[in-house]
Nanobody, 126 residues
Framework: QVQLEESGGGLVQPGSFLRLSCVGS????????IGWIRQAPGKEREVVAS????????YYGNSVKGRFAIDRDKSKNTFFLSMNDLKPEDTAVYYC???????????????????WGQGTQVTVSS
């Protein structure tokens, strides 16, 4: 049974840094992608970053490119989202999610992720 558990959210001021963590377990495939997906009130879900299990390839959404970074500790099945220069528009619930079809253009769509964590709230406000 796949489990994903996020942590690290909180309330921060604009321009701040936060690092989210996601611990995964129960993965049955060696070829998958882990994505960080956010949803703000009244908005569609957005894949902000994703990383390939096979070779560490990464994807970033245009809204976060240059500010956010995704990485992993394979030995601990732990994935991270480092968020720099946070803006009020980054306010959302952030989910860690597992996609089991490997790496390809489909990782940019949130509906292709099969398993989701419970989410962690990030609020950017002065």
């Amino acid at each position: 049974q796949v489990q994903l558990e996020e942590s690290g959210g909180g309330l921060v001021q604009p321009g701040s840094f936060l690092r989210l963590s996601c611990v995964g377990s129960g993965f049955t495939s060696e070829n998958y992608a882990i994505g960080w997906i956010r949803q703000a009130p009244g908005k569609e879900r957005e894949v902000v970053a994703s990383i390939s299990s096979a070779d560490g390839q990464t994807y970033y959404g245009n809204s976060v490119k240059g500010r956010f970074a995704i990485d992993r500790d394979k030995s601990k099945n732990t994935f991270f989202l480092s968020m720099n220069d946070l803006k009020p528009e980054d306010t959302a619930v952030y989910y860690c999610a597992l996609e089991t079809a490997g790496w390809g253009p489909w990782i940019m769509a949130s509906y292709n992720y099969d398993h989701w964590g419970q989410g962690t709230q990030v609020t950017v406000s002065s």
